[in-house]
């Protein structure tokens, strides 16, 4: 069983900057450095987009056209965490945030597609105004 907890969210003015953090615990605590990490965000009535991903092993990142330049994402594998940083937010980016983890590193190295990721965490909101 795999957990996943993000943190981090809140309201933030137009410009600002957050960092959110996905905490990893369960079966993939022993073995983490195997798992590939993304986050995808989502607004209601629309589907999950892909922001990002990290390989949890090399600390490799991938970043969607939209996310490239304004998010920055990485590792601690001692932790056994992601966070992802934010600047110069908009917007635009008002948001529920969500990790998800896959066992295998297929999933990492392109767009992160939601069906590749078998864990989840509940979601935090990130509100820019």
């Known amino acids: 069983h795999v957990q996943l907890v993000e943190s981090g969210g809140g309201s933030v003015r137009p410009g600002g900057s957050l960092t959110l953090t996905c905490t990893v615990s369960?079966?993939?605590?022993?073995?983490?450095?195997?798992?590939?990490v993304a986050w995808f965000r989502q607004v209601p009535g629309q589907g999950r987009e892909g922001i990002a991903s990290?390989?949890?092993?090399?600390?490799?990142?991938y970043y969607a056209p939209s996310a490239q330049g304004r998010f920055s994402l990485g590792r601690n594998s001692v932790k056994k965490m992601t966070l992802q940083t934010i600047v110069s937010l908009r917007a635009e980016d008002t948001s529920t945030y969500y990790c998800?983890?896959?066992?295998?590193?297929?999933?990492?190295?392109?767009?992160?597609?939601?069906?590749?990721?078998?864990?989840w965490g509940q979601g935090t909101q990130v509100t820019v105004s």
């Open positions: 998800a983890a896959s066992s295998g590193d297929s999933a990492c190295g392109r767009l992160p597609e939601w069906s590749q990721f078998d864990y």
């Open positions: 369960g079966d993939a605590g022993d073995d983490f450095s195997r798992y590939c």
């Open positions: 990290v390989q949890i092993r090399s600390g490799g990142a």
